[in-house]
C-alpha cells in the first residue's frame, strides 16, 4: 500500500507578508517590502528548516519560503502587539482554507495533471512547470524532492546550446538596456499586433466575478522568451525575453509601429 508522510502544513512568505501588511496598514505602520519580510523570516527561524523558490521580478530574483504554521507564529510575533493579535487571528481563521493538510497519492495525481494542463494553457516554461509542482506538492504536505528534477532548461526548441538556459529578462529591463525610449505598455501593444504576446484572464482575488488581465507569450512568441509564474501573482504569467534575440524582437516592434 502506498503512504505518504505527514508533514505540517505550509503557508509561503507571500500570503504571510499580505496579512501582516493588512494589519500594521490598519494600526498607521508601514508595509514591509519583500526583501525585507524575507530577510526578517531568515533571521528568526535561523537553523531551522524551510524551502525558497526564487522567481524573477523586474529583472531581479525575489524569493518566496515555505513556512509552517508554528513558523508563521514566529515571524508574526517579531510583530507590534497590536499587529501581532491582528495576524494570529487572522493565521488561526485561515488555517482550515490557507494551511493545506497532506493528501493522499490519487489525489496528488490528480493535482498534477491539473497543473500540468494548466501551463500547458499558458505556455509556461519548463523551469516554472518545477516551480508550480514544488510549490503544490509543499502546500499539500508532500516533499518534492527526489519526486522533481532539480532544475529545467529554459530555451526556445532547437536552440545549439539547449543543455542550458538562456538569460532573460523583463521587457522594462532590456528597452532600458537597449537605450530604446519607448515604454514598456507601448511595447506590449506592439508585439501583441505581431502575435508575440496576448492578454490572459483569471478571476479576480477581491471580486470573482471580475477579471484580471495579464500579458503571455504565444506559441510563436515563445521563440523570443519565456512565461514565468508572475512573483506578484502565481496565479498570472510574466513574460521574459531571451538577450540575445532582443534585437530580433526589436525588429518586429518597429515593423509593427510601421504597418499601424
Not at 507590534?80 to 485561515?94: Q, T
Not at 511595447?187 to 496576448?198: M, T
Not at 506578484?232 to 515593423?255: C, G, M, S, Y
Request: aromatic share 6%; with cysteine.
Amino acid at each position: 500500500m502506498s503512504s505518504i508522510v505527514e508533514t505540517p502544513a505550509t503557508m509561503n512568505s507571500t500570503e504571510l507578508l499580505e496579512i501582516v501588511n493588512e494589519a500594521r496598514k490598519e494600526f498607521g505602520e508601514s508595509e514591509l517590502r519583500n526583501n525585507v519580510f524575507v530577510d526578517r523570516i531568515k533571521d528568526e527561524l535561523e537553523g531551522e528548516a524551510y524551502k525558497i523558490f526564487v522567481s524573477l521580478k523586474f529583472g531581479k530574483e525575489s524569493e518566496t519560503i515555505e513556512l509552517t504554521q508554528d513558523q508563521c507564529m514566529l515571524v508574526a510575533m517579531r510583530e507590534s502587539k497590536g499587529v501581532r493579535r491582528k495576524v494570529l487571528a487572522k493565521l488561526k481563521k485561515a488555517e482550515p482554507a490557507q494551511l493545506k493538510p497532506p493528501v493522499s497519492p490519487p489525489a496528488l495525481a490528480d493535482l498534477s495533471a491539473a497543473l500540468e494542463v494548466a501551463a500547458r494553457m499558458l505556455n509556461v516554461c519548463e523551469s516554472s512547470k518545477l516551480q508550480m509542482l514544488g510549490a503544490a506538492f509543499s502546500r499539500h504536505g508532500v516533499d518534492p524532492v527526489g519526486l522533481l528534477p532539480s532544475y529545467a532548461v529554459d530555451a526556445p526548441a532547437g536552440h545549439v546550446t539547449a543543455s542550458s538556459s538562456l538569460p532573460a529578462f523583463s521587457l522594462t529591463h532590456l528597452l532600458k538596456e537597449h537605450g530604446i525610449p519607448m515604454s514598456a505598455i507601448k511595447a506590449n501593444k506592439e508585439l501583441a499586433k505581431a502575435g508575440i504576446l496576448e492578454i490572459q484572464q483569471r478571476p479576480s482575488t477581491k471580486s470573482p466575478d471580475r477579471a484580471k488581465n495579464f500579458w503571455a507569450l504565444t506559441e510563436h512568441g515563445l521563440q523570443y522568451g519565456k512565461n514565468v509564474t508572475s512573483p506578484n501573482n502565481p496565479r498570472e504569467t510574466q513574460p521574459l525575453f531571451f538577450a540575445e534575440r532582443f534585437p530580433q524582437l526589436l525588429d518586429l516592434i518597429e515593423a509593427s509601429e510601421t504597418r499601424h
